[in-house]
């Protein structure tokens, strides 16, 4: 494992979701495409609690051994119990962008790291190694989702004129 290398990628990650996130207004940010889709807002907030509350602390609960608790997490009940689309676009990307700068100063702080320590969860194992790995990968999936919310609102907002020109999506 490339820990530096990591560390950029979550880095650069962070100010791609930065700007997929700029310029959408209230009611663009809480448009979902669906009844079980996600809102832009939706998915910026998940972020910013995944990133507090799972992969850092999760990662942080691997190195510590497998006497240490692991806790559930509920990521798609938050979605309401937590009101996320009820909540301001840009304040919600300042809340990751924090809480991300705070995971990027904490993993800058490891040392010999044993990347191959393992914990038993209870749907298996996974390394010290697996949980960085997922991390940043986690990233590449919600912003495959952000690209794939721009484009529609794009569409939608283009309407009555129509992107054919741009290439087939």
């Known amino acids: 494992m490339n820990l530096e290398s ?5 880095t650069a990650q962070a100010q791609v979701i930065r700007g997929l996130t700029d310029g959408i207004s209230p009611a663009q940010a809480a448009w979902k495409p669906g009844p079980d889709a996600w809102s832009v807002v939706e998915v910026v907030n998940h972020l910013y609690d995944e990133e507090r509350e799972d992969f850092r602390a999760h990662f942080d609960t691997i190195l510590a051994g497998p006497d240490a608790p692991w806790w559930p997490i509920d990521p798609q009940g938050w979605v309401k119990q937590r009101a ?9 990307v300042e809340d990751f962008l924090r ?3 705070l995971s990027l100063v904490w993993l800058r702080g490891l040392t010999a790291t044993n990347w191959d320590i393992a914990y038993p969860t209870p749907w298996g194992s996974i390394t010290a190694g697996d949980m960085l ?8 999936l919600h912003i495959r989702q952000l690209v794939e919310l ?3 609102i794009t569409v939608a907002a283009a309407a ?9 999506w």
């Open 133 to 140: 790995a997922a991390w940043t990968a986690h990233d590449l």
């Open 99 to 101: 809480e991300r700068e």
């Open 6 to 10: 990591q560390i950029a990628q979550l």
């Open 150 to 152: 721009r484009w529609q």
């Open 84 to 92: 996320y689309n009820q909540r301001d676009l840009a304040e919600s």
């Open 160 to 168: 009555p004129y129509l992107v054919i020109y741009a290439g087939k």
